[in-house]
């Protein structure tokens, strides 16, 4: 199972941007997927998560940030609008499932860079 994420890069502050999250290779099934960033010097923090039950945010992103998803989770996508200087960060995604060997994966990508200009 492979996720790769595309769509970041520089925006200026109040911008927008939209990330993408494609899941691929021998899924069986896509249990979640969520969206996380890791700023320099900080712990990684929950931006956004998706599942069947609905979506999931964190405090600081609500509201400005929306996680969709196309093709049973097969991409997932992160739209941001208002983007803050603390909206810096690298992304990643992960996804949690099954693949088609009946075995369980959690699966990070190599995350994207978001640089938020002043």
């Known amino acids: 199972v492979q996720v790769v994420e595309s769509g970041g890069g520089l925006v200026q502050y109040g911008g927008s941007l939209e990330l993408s999250c494609e899941i691929s290779?021998?899924?069986?099934?896509?249990?979640?997927v969520g969206w996380y960033r890791q700023a320099p010097g900080k712990e990684r923090e929950l931006v956004a998560t998706v599942n069947n039950d609905g979506s999931n945010y964190g405090e600081s992103v609500k509201g400005r940030f929306t996680i969709s998803r196309v093709n049973y989770m097969n991409t997932v996508y992160l739209q941001m609008n208002s983007l803050e200087s603390d909206d810096t960060a690298v992304y990643y995604c992960?996804?949690?499932?099954?693949?088609?060997?009946?075995?369980?994966?959690?699966?990070w990508g190599q995350g994207t860079q978001v640089t938020v200009s002043s």
């Open positions: 290779g021998g899924i069986f099934s896509i249990n979640g």
């Open positions: 992960n996804a949690r499932g099954y693949d088609s060997n009946w075995k369980s994966y959690d699966r």
